[in-house]
């Protein structure tokens, strides 16, 4: 619901459509494999492969291998002719993620392949001819990098014909009661656990904490909590002991009250307590929820509740 996500939606509709190359930007666990997946489906190109390389987790000399393919005896142990995953994504969508951490050498392959759509097999005179459509993602200032000599320039201005900018999770408050519910309802279900829900308390202490890891880091501590919770609803006392020691004296150690919290009802005491904070203004309170003055008047009418004073 909030106002930086839809921002972000209405670019991947935009651009979904054409083939020009994306650079999505955010910090790590931002969800920027997942912007990937949606400018994929929501393509022409939805049909063909969609093919994912983590840059960082390989070497220099096997990310090239991985990228471009290599011929049979071009280095110890090619023991045969592979395709890399410029060939494997013919027709379809490479997604190269952590764009920031390749080569230079590697970088005017790319390069060359964005310009011309071809390049040569590592150990290899064929030139291969490849339709892909190409998506970059990084957590790192690629502008920077540029100023510094780190990457190249014109390789950088192939890559940011398209730029998405993915907030992080502490910028997106108005999203984490939403983003809380949907992950224990899915690992409930995914480990068998009969939860009817999270309490009021353990939602607001779970906002008030900064998120570093962002909406990973979420996902990761939501699921800790349902596997180890040992009642029928989470409570603060199921948040691990490393988030509760950073959060505010009194949501550290609140008790537990009332009843689980389903999505509505979490929704519905949000508003309540944004409309309370600023004496009803609607305006006010929709910027502290993170959503649109429209949808605050849409939420109001679902949930039966009055205005008490014109925003």
Not at 6 to 35: C, I, M, N
């Amino acid at each position: 619901n909030s106002p930086a996500m839809h921002e972000v939606y209405e670019t991947v509709r935009q651009v979904a459509p054409a083939r020009t190359t994306v650079l999505v930007e955010g910090e790590s666990g931002t969800g920027k494999e997942l912007v990937a997946h949606a400018i994929h489906r929501l393509s022409p190109r939805a049909r063909g492969p969609y093919v994912a390389v983590h840059c960082a987790a390989l070497s220099p000399t096997l990310l090239e291998s991985e990228l471009f393919g290599h011929e049979k005896g071009s280095f110890t142990g090619a023991t045969e002719r592979r395709r890399g995953r410029f060939e494997l994504a013919d027709g379809g969508t490479l997604f190269l993620d952590e764009i920031g951490e390749i080569e230079p050498a590697t970088q005017v392959k790319i390069l060359r392949v964005l310009e011309e759509r071809k390049f040569e097999r590592v150990g290899g005179q064929e030139t291969v001819e490849a339709d892909v459509r190409l998506i970059t993602a990084t957590n790192r200032d690629l502008k920077k990098m540029v100023e510094e000599g780190k990457f190249r320039e014109d390789l950088y201005y192939r890559l940011f014909v398209v730029a998405i900018k993915l907030p992080p999770l502490r910028d997106r408050e108005g999203d984490l009661p939403l983003l809380i519910q949907h992950f224990v309802t899915e690992f409930a279900k995914e480990n068998f656990k009969k939860l009817d829900g999270i309490t009021p308390d353990a939602v607001a202490a779970l906002s008030a904490y900064r998120w570093p890891g962002n909406a990973r880091e979420l996902r990761n501590v939501v699921e800790r909590m349902v596997v180890l919770s040992r009642g029928d609803r989470l409570t603060v006392r199921d948040i691990p002991a490393a988030i509760r020691t950073e959060l505010p004296a009194d949501m550290a150690g609140a008790v537990p009250k009332g009843g689980a919290l389903s999505l509505e009802d979490s929704e519905r005491t949000m508003i309540v307590r944004a409309l309370r904070n600023h004496d009803g203004n609607v305006t006010k309170a929709a910027v502290d929820l993170g959503i649109s003055r429209r949808t605050l008047h849409r939420k109001l009418n679902e949930y039966g509740l009055r205005e008490t004073k014109a925003g």
